[in-house]
Each structure stands twice: as C-alpha cells, then as structure tokens.
C-alpha cells in the first residue's frame, strides 16, 4: 500500500508537469528536432543510459533504473530515441525501447451512467464506479487501477443488482510502446469452478482514441459476435464505453445467471 502511495505521488508530480515550454527544452535539447508527442514513461529495463545526444554515440550522462518514471516532450525526430526530462531537469536521451507509456486512470469521483441492451432483449442498467485504488505488481513492472462498479438493472419485469470489480493497466499488457491498455470486468460470482470466473476484457488504445472487445473468459457466456469498437478520447470515457462493450457482450444465459433466473454452473450439485 505504502509503494502504491508513492508511486501516486510521483506519477501525479509527472502530470503536473506535463506541458512543456520552449524555454524548457532549450538546454540538452536545444538544436534538436522534437516530435509533437509529449507524454509520460515508465522505464521497463535496469541501468538504463541516459545520453548528450539522440544516438549510442552520445556520451553517458546519468542512469535510470527500472519503475523510474520520466516525462518526455518527443522523440528526436528521425530517430528512436526519447528527450526526457524528471523533476523539472532535462535528464538527456533514452532509446525508446527501454520505456513504456504511463497513463493515470484515477479519478476523485465517482463514474454514473445508463447503458440501455434492450433493444438486443438485455437490461437497462445504471451503474456507479469507484476508484478503489492502484495496485503496483512487486516482480514485474506492471500498474493498474482498481474499481468497483455497482449495477441496478431492469429486464422485462425484472430488477437486479450486482457487482463487479474493474481493472484498468496504466501500462501497455506488453510493456511496448504503443499505448493500449487493458480494461477488465470480473464478475467471480458466476464461474464454472475454481478460478474459472466470468471475466470480459476491453482494450483502450489512446492514440487511435478507441475501446474495442477482446474476450470474454466464459464461451457458454460470450454472445457470438463482440467484434465492436467505440471512440474514446479520456480515460475515463474509456472506462465508460468499455462497460457499455463488456454487458453487451454476455449472451442471454449469462444474463439469466447474473439476474439470478438460473444459478452459476459451479452451484450445480451433480446428479
């Protein structure tokens, strides 16, 4: 809990930072062409250099470790390599390879809204979702955001409720480059046995500024189709659409178990 702490700081000192000046980048990066792309790394390797100049040429100024975290207003152009800065002060460059893109998907209050599967004879549900969290994977280097999301749902007659946790990566599953990041609903209630849970992921890219579905854990679940993709340009728009994708893609017997019409496989005394 402590390291989560810490890295909430340090990630949050990082975004108010974010916009870079001119003036700023005058120094190491001064007579150096930068591409438009600011953003915040996470850095994946050990004893990464840091260089004077945007090629393996460049003399060494300083070392980063893994789980630094560094802001950067580009890349210098033509090449792979990152101008970065950390706590204000141009630091030099990184090859890119050795970072990834590092998002913060918190958010102080709660997210509501209504997503409406009638017309797909589904519920209409409202929903409420709240920030629970961030978890900081101790062997790997990995971030996410953790929520709970409470739903209120009417299906012809019928009204339920329900929870789910949500997950959202604040880095690339992969550790790349490009900036995809997982958003994953649990539901644990409804499993066929253990540790075999009722689970539908979404992937958000934020360049593309698009959520699409990527799978559900349970096919007796999964409706045939979840081939669908819907813009978002936040991450907490990201999250929203993400779950509007997830409900749709339960088919109608995992909609009959989540309402409570037909009990989870894994209550199934057998014969």
């Known amino acids: 809990m402590k390291k989560a702490f810490l890295f909430t700081l340090v990630l949050w000192g990082c975004l108010t930072r974010l916009i870079f000046s001119e003036s700023q980048a005058a120094s190491l990066f001064d007579g150096v062409k930068l591409s438009d792309t600011y953003g915040i790394y996470m850095v994946t ?17 300083t070392k980063l470790e893994r789980r630094d975290i560094v802001e950067s207003p580009g890349y210098a152009k033509g090449t792979q390599w990152l101008a970065i800065s950390q706590d204000g002060r141009d630091l030099g ?46 062997e790997i280097v990995f971030v996410s955001t953790d929520y709970l999301a409470h739903f209120k749902c009417r299906m012809g007659f019928d009204i339920f409720t329900f929870n789910s946790m949500l997950f959202m990566s604040e880095v690339p ?79 109608e017997k995992a909609w009959r178990t989540i309402a409570g019409k037909i009990p989870s496989p894994a209550d199934v005394k057998p014969n």
């Open 45 to 61: 390797k050990t004893n990464v250099n840091v260089r004077s100049a945007p090629a393996s040429t460049g003399k060494v100024l």
């Open 93 to 138: 460059f990184v090859y890119a390879h050795s970072l990834t893109p590092l998002i913060d998907a918190s958010f102080d209050k709660p997210l509501v809204g209504r997503i409406d599967l009638s017309e797909q004879k589904k519920p209409e549900c409202s929903y409420e979702v709240s920030y629970e969290g961030r978890s900081v994977e101790e």
């Open 173 to 251: 599953i992969d550790l790349g480059l490009k900036p995809v990041f997982q958003i994953t609903m649990n539901l644990p209630d409804i499993a066929t046995g253990y540790e075999e849970f009722l689970s539908s992921t979404a992937l958000y890219d934020q360049k593309k500024q698009l959520v699409s579905m990527d799978n559900v854990s349970l096919k007796i679940f999964r409706e045939d189709d979840i081939s669908q993709t819907l813009e978002a340009k936040t991450t907490k728009q990201a999250i929203e659409q993400a779950l509007k994708l997830q409900l749709a893609s339960f088919n």
